[in-house]
């Protein structure tokens, strides 16, 4: 697959990956090399990656602990001083390893690292090789709301190898998976058709969708890097899906929801809310409900969830002036941004959730 360039950076893919991460290295004038992985990626991705490199220049790894849960500032400190303690300094360059916790996270330590220090993402998932790695957002979460502490700073490339998604378990494929559906329908009709039906598909096929995918979100974030109008669009469905995480995340008593998993849900509601406020058609409503329920399931909630969730979306980052404001459709292709809604539409998008 062709390289995608950017402004900012350049997105490789498979075996071109490595070439131009040992091109690049070799250009550089790096006194250390950092590589950032969890308990995960250190476990199956760690030794295939290094094989790869080919440099004399001193690696060392840091490993956090895997999973959104330690998404955290506090988590943030600990690589902040495995840094410090390794003498990292301003010409150390560290590699996130790993995948949308990792790149989000070793963004933002690389940003913040001696007032800035240059980083690469190599994403190890499906959901940070379509969405997290790309585009520059970086950052953590706030106690279990998400994304509220972070900058926009781009990486010098990103490596996507899709021999990595050999590695996971099928249950963060389908998370991945929600966001090239949301890239779907923001963006291409027929592309959501591709997406929604997958039986038909090969490895092959996937590494084209992948790429199609990265090349939505590549197009978006080049007309808007900021999130000042089109990139917005990019959140269809995370609005209440972030809420919807962020509620299950700290409730002992619901199963912890993985992102994509939580942004499916999200995508259900904001769709008949796009019906009812907006007129997007009812048989692409059923349809789109259909699909995703084939794929993710029902998420057992409960009218007293419903009200708490709902509480969660003032936390939402695209509010602005006290507003809540949600990205919806009025149909495939064609978002519309900062729409208000009632909390009484809202509350009956859940109930057709689970009709």
Request: charged share 25%.
């Amino acid at each position: 697959m062709q390289s995608i360039s950017t402004k900012e950076y350049a997105i490789h893919f498979n075996s071109t990956c490595y070439d131009e991460l040992n091109d690049f290295i070799g250009k550089s004038n790096f006194s250390k090399i950092f590589v950032l992985v969890d308990t995960n990626t250190h476990q199956y991705c760690l030794s295939y990656f290094l094989a790869q490199i080919n440099s004399s220049i001193h690696i060392e790894v840091i490993e956090i602990e895997a999973g959104e849960i330690n998404k955290t500032i506090d988590t943030c400190v600990g690589v902040w001083d495995t840094l410090s303690d390794l003498d990292g300094d301003r010409k150390s360059l560290l590699i996130n390893l790993g995948g949308g916790v990792v790149t989000d996270l070793g963004g933002f330590v690389a940003s913040c690292f001696k007032r800035g220090i240059k980083f690469i993402n190599a994403p190890t998932s499906l959901l940070a090789m379509v969405d997290a790695s790309i585009g520059g957002k970086t950052g953590v979460d706030l106690g279990t709301l998400k994304n509220q502490i972070g900058v926009i700073n781009f990486s010098e490339m990103v490596l996507v190898d899709t021999k990595f998604l050999e590695t996971l378990p099928q249950n963060e494929m389908r998370s991945g998976l929600a966001e090239m559906l949301k890239h779907g329908l923001i963006q291409d009709e027929a592309y959501w058709h591709k997406m929604s039906d997958l039986s038909k598909f090969t490895l092959d096929d996937l590494d084209a969708l992948i790429y199609e995918s990265i090349l939505i979100k590549k197009n978006v974030v080049t007309q808007d890097p900021n999130e000042n109008g089109l990139r917005k669009t990019l959140n269809y469905g995370h609005t209440i899906g972030h809420a919807i995480e962020s509620y299950c995340l700290s409730n002992i008593e619901k199963k912890t929801l993985l992102h994509g998993e939580a942004i499916a849900v999200g995508m259900v509601l904001a769709t008949y809310i796009s019906h009812k406020q907006l007129g997007f058609p009812k048989e692409k409503l059923e349809y789109i409900k259909n699909t995703i329920r084939n794929v993710y399931g029902l998420v057992e909630l409960t009218k007293e969830d419903y009200l708490e969730i709902i509480e969660l979306l003032k936390f939402d980052k695209k509010n602005t002036h006290g507003n809540i404001n949600f990205v919806l459709l009025s149909d495939i292709g064609q978002p519309e941004i900062d729409c208000q809604v009632d909390n009484v539409l809202i509350l009956e998008s859940f109930e057709y959730y689970k009709s």
